[in-house]
C-alpha cells in the first residue's frame, strides 16, 4: 500500500558526507519500521539502518558512529546522514518498510521498497 521514493545519492570523496531521503505516500511511516539497504550488484541487500515507529534506532556495525537514521513524520520522510564515507559505503541505498523492526535486519522480511538511490565513494 505504501509507496516510497528515495533520493539524495550521488558521488562524494572519501570522508565526505552524503543525506538521503525517502519520501512515502499512501500511507503515513509512523506506522512501520523503517530501514534502509544498501545493494552491490551480484550480491545480497543488506540491512543499514532501521528506525521503528517508536523511534528507536538500529545500525549495522559498520556504520555505526557514522551513520544517522531519522523520520519527520510530519513531511512523511525517512532519512540517512552518512558521515566520514568510504568506498566500502557504495552502493544502491534502498528505503524498507515493515510493521514491525524484525530481531533479523533482513531485506526479505521487509515488504514494501523504493526504487533506491546511487551512492558511490572515491
Known amino acids: 500500500q505504501v509507496q516510497l521514493v528515495e533520493s539524495g545519492g550521488g558521488s562524494v570523496q572519501v570522508g565526505g558526507s552524503l543525506r538521503l531521503s525517502c519520501v512515502a505516500s499512501?500511507?503515513?511511516?509512523?506506522?512501520?519500521?523503517m530501514g534502509w539497504f544498501r545493494q552491490i550488484p551480484d550480491r545480497e541487500r543488506e540491512g543499514v539502518a532501521g528506525?521503528?515507529?517508536?523511534?528507536?534506532?538500529s545500525y549495522a556495525d559498520s556504520v555505526k558512529g557514522r551513520f544517522t537514521i531519522s523520520k519527520d513524520n510530519a513531511k512523511n520522510t525517512l532519512n540517512l546522514q552518512m558521515n566520514s564515507l568510504t568506498p566500502e559505503d557504495s552502493g544502491m541505498y534502498y528505503c524498507?518498510?515493515?510493521?514491525?523492526?524484525?530481531?533479523?535486519?533482513?531485506?526479505?522480511?521487509?515488504?514494501?521498497w523504493g526504487q533506491g538511490t546511487q551512492v558511490t565513494v572515491s
Open positions: 524498507g518498510a515493515v510493521q514491525r523492526c524484525p530481531i533479523r535486519f533482513i531485506a526479505d522480511d521487509f515488504g514494501w
Open positions: 499512501g500511507d503515513t511511516i509512523g506506522r512501520y519500521c
Open positions: 528506525i521503528e515507529s517508536d523511534g528507536s534506532t
